[in-house]
């Protein structure tokens, strides 16, 4: 009997516009901050609440946010746990890094930063996704995109990030 895969997803959008951003430039303003602020809510909220040490064959995944931003939240996360564990009275039995490499994934586009931190991320945490067919997604030029964003990285990084870490995630057979 083939093993079910669930993975619970976290998807940045569609939240309410803040009432102090107008003008102009409020709806960049609002995707560029909000990509980062509504996925790594549910990242700490779900990490520091316990639930990858209580559930730890669960897995998650923050889908379209980018991953330029997790080598900071998970470094802030493990600093506030390794140097003020004790007044913050952590029930964590690891560093909050330990349960996201554990636990979970992942998604970039067009992101150059994340994939630079990918040693700190995870390479085999990381999954590419085109957004097809989003107009704000790569899915047009995909393959520029990933020439662009993984310039410098090695081919078997790059690979695994574009498409063995989802096959794998997901159990889709992977294409000889």
């Not at 959008?13 to 303003?29: D, Y």
């Not at 349960?99 to 994939?115: I, P």
């Not at 790569?138 to 990030?161: H, K, M, N, Y």
Request: glycine share 10%; hydrophobic share 40%; net charge neutral.
């Amino acid at each position: 009997m083939e093993e079910m895969r669930v993975v619970a997803m976290f998807h940045s959008g569609g939240i309410s516009f803040l009432a102090h951003v107008r003008g102009p430039a409020a709806s960049g303003s609002l995707i560029c901050g909000g990509k980062f602020r509504q996925l790594a809510e549910p990242l700490n909220l779900v990490i520091r609440g316990g639930a990858p040490m209580r559930f730890p064959a669960m897995k998650w995944s923050l889908v379209e946010g980018g991953i330029g931003w997790i080598a900071a939240v998970t470094d802030l996360m493990d600093h506030w746990w390794n140097d003020h564990k004790g007044w913050m009275k952590s029930r964590l039995e690891e560093t909050p890094s330990t349960y996201f490499h554990r636990n979970f994934y992942a998604t970039l586009e067009d992101d150059r930063a994340g994939v630079r931190t990918r040693d700190i991320v995870g390479v085999g945490n990381i999954m590419w996704g085109s957004d097809y067919p989003h107009t704000e997604g790569v899915w047009l030029f995909s393959r520029r995109q990933v020439g662009r964003d993984f310039a410098d990285c090695p081919v078997e990084e790059t690979r695994q990030i574009v498409y063995e870490n989802v096959a794998r995630v997901f159990g889709f057979p992977i294409a000889a």
